[in-house]
């Protein structure tokens, strides 16, 4: 959901920084040096969990519940508050496809081609 919500805002948000000043939005910025150094960079920052021992008491996914988020959920079956949320989390994966489709076939980024630049 984060991606889908990413790839509207980047229309409206820019680093301060003389280097993206030039760079286009959306993915062409992929196609850009600057571009391509943060990409790499997203990577790898994601790439390090993959580096950590897994718990193998737990399931997948289960990073615990560090805030108490489960006592607001008032008796409600988890396994179908965790069957919403993945569908969820398709839904936003299909609308992020989507976005990225969409801007690659008009090289427009989503907020142009809705017409609210």
Known sequence: MLAAIGLV??????????????LPNGVGAVFEVPGQIG?????GVALLPEFSTPDA????????????????TFGADL?????RELNN???AMFATMGILAAE??????AMEQ????
Do not use: C
């Open 57 to 72: 008491s737990k399931e997948v996914g289960d990073f615990g519940d560090p805030l108490n988020f489960q006592l607001l």
């Open 104 to 109: 690659l076939a008009t090289g427009k980024d």
């Open 39 to 43: 990409l790499f960079t997203l990577f």
């Open 9 to 22: 805002g980047q229309h409206y948000l820019r680093f301060p920084i003389a280097v993206f000043d030039e």
């Open 89 to 91: 989390g398709r839904f």
């Open 114 to 117: 809705l017409g609210l630049t």
């Open 79 to 83: 396994q179908e508050l965790r069957n």
